[in-house]
């Protein structure tokens, strides 16, 4: 069941993500070589407390952390650990969400840690960053949710990289993962997927490789998943809500 917000909640969902935004921004220059994993998720839970909101996805059963945080090949949902060190070229995702009066929001950015950073991974991050800002264009009343699918699939398999099918966009609101899903892929009709309305809030993700659509579990990780061939991996998301008149990116 897909619920629509009210022009009053999507006003403090839009104060959730600020209050995100504002802790991501604060976070963002800690993450440097030499700091651990587990201290970037204490770093980012305070920031995001200070800031007057609650970690999201310490809400989410079994799941014990502010952030996760993947490293190359791995995608998504890797937990923070005390003996993962960054390390200066490593490509890291940041995946954090924050909960405030009742609503969450969600954000992903994928970056190369350090100053050097090789042609080739600049060039598959910039494309993730516009498919996604292309994806959010198509985000507005009376489109398709399969018109963000369809531009996702075509921008990300057009520069030759690859999509993770079983990971996907989502709705978001008083649950970090609501209905609809917001695949990065299509794979029927646009006309037969769902028709956006007022009120639609959902987390547009742009989860892409650079060599396989595959995937596996992390070995010995019952949370982290990982390119099946071991190629790097990156994800770019806003949680953005919908009016009749716009479409509002609230991270």
């Known amino acids: 069941m897909i619920e629509l917000k009210t022009p009053e909640e999507i006003k403090i969902m839009a104060e959730s993500g600020k209050r995100l935004h504002e802790s991501v921004q604060e976070l963002l220059p ?26 999201s996805f310490k809400r989410v059963k079994g799941y014990n952390w502010t952030v996760c945080v993947p490293i190359n090949e791995q995608i998504v949902h890797t937990r923070p650990s005390k003996k993962r060190i960054v390390k200066d070229g490593d490509l890291f995702t940041l995946d954090i969400g924050a909960y405030y009066q009742g609503f969450h929001s969600d954000y992903a950015t994928s970056f190369v840690v350090g100053d050097s950073i090789d042609p080739g991974i ?14 959010i264009e198509k985000a507005k009343t009376g489109h398709y949710i399969g018109e963000i699918s369809k ?5 990300i398999y057009g520069n030759g990289y690859f999509i993770h099918k079983e990971l996907t966009g989502h709705g978001i609101g008083r649950e970090l993962h609501e209905d609809p899903f917001v695949p990065g892929f299509l794979d029927r009709p646009v006309e037969k ?44 998301e806003h949680t953005v809500a919908i009016s009749d008149k716009n479409t509002c990116i609230l991270t």
């Open 151 to 155: 531009t996702i699939q075509e921008e």
């Open 30 to 55: 800690k993450i440097k070589a030499g700091i651990t994993t587990y201290e970037i998720d204490k770093e980012a839970e305070r920031l995001i407390r200070k800031n007057g909101a609650e970690p």
């Open 122 to 135: 600049d060039r598959f991050l910039k494309v993730g960053k516009q498919t996604l800002d292309k994806a």
């Open 193 to 236: 997927t769902y028709k956006m309305r007022p009120g639609l809030v959902i987390a547009i993700e742009i989860i892409y490789s650079m060599g396989t659509e595959k995937i596996a579990y992390e070995q010995g990780d019952d949370w982290s998943i990982v390119t099946r061939d071991g190629s790097l991996a990156a994800c770019f």
